[in-house]
């Protein structure tokens, strides 16, 4: 039985990971180049509170009750992407002193070994 409840669990998430346009905005942004388009995503979440806004109007001017569901999926993505910005802002200021320091220990090493001139490296991704 357990099996079974966690097997599902698994599918749906996945599902709605791949499917579910938050999750593939807050997917996109967890990249390293996405990272800098996390605190913009925080303007998305304006439509959606405007539609939880509007959802739950409806509901109070006599609309059926199912429009409750819409308006707790409607806060929870907005919720999500409140997050993400300044999420994605502490990622890409860590990822850069990362960075700043791997550069550091090459500039080290080259001097070391006697490099006269260093030229600012490139970093080159296989992917385009």
Request: hydrophobic letters at 55%; proline letters at 5%.
């Amino acid at each position: 039985m357990f099996d079974l409840i966690l097997g599902a669990t698994a599918r749906s998430y996945f599902f709605l990971c791949r499917f579910m346009p938050t999750a593939i905005v807050i997917d996109a942004i967890n990249t390293r180049r996405g990272l800098k388009w996390g605190v913009p995503a925080i303007l998305l979440a304006v439509p959606y509170a405007l539609a939880a806004i509007y959802f739950r109007a409806q509901i109070e001017a006599g609309g059926p009750g199912w429009l409750n569901l819409l308006v707790i999926l409607c806060l929870w993505n907005t919720l999500k992407l409140l997050l993400i910005g300044p999420i994605s802002l502490l990622k890409l200021i860590a990822v850069r002193v990362r960075e700043g320091m791997g550069r550091r220990r090459m500039t080290l090493v080259l001097r070391a070994d006697g490099v006269e001139r260093l030229d600012e490296p490139v970093l080159v991704s296989t992917r385009h």
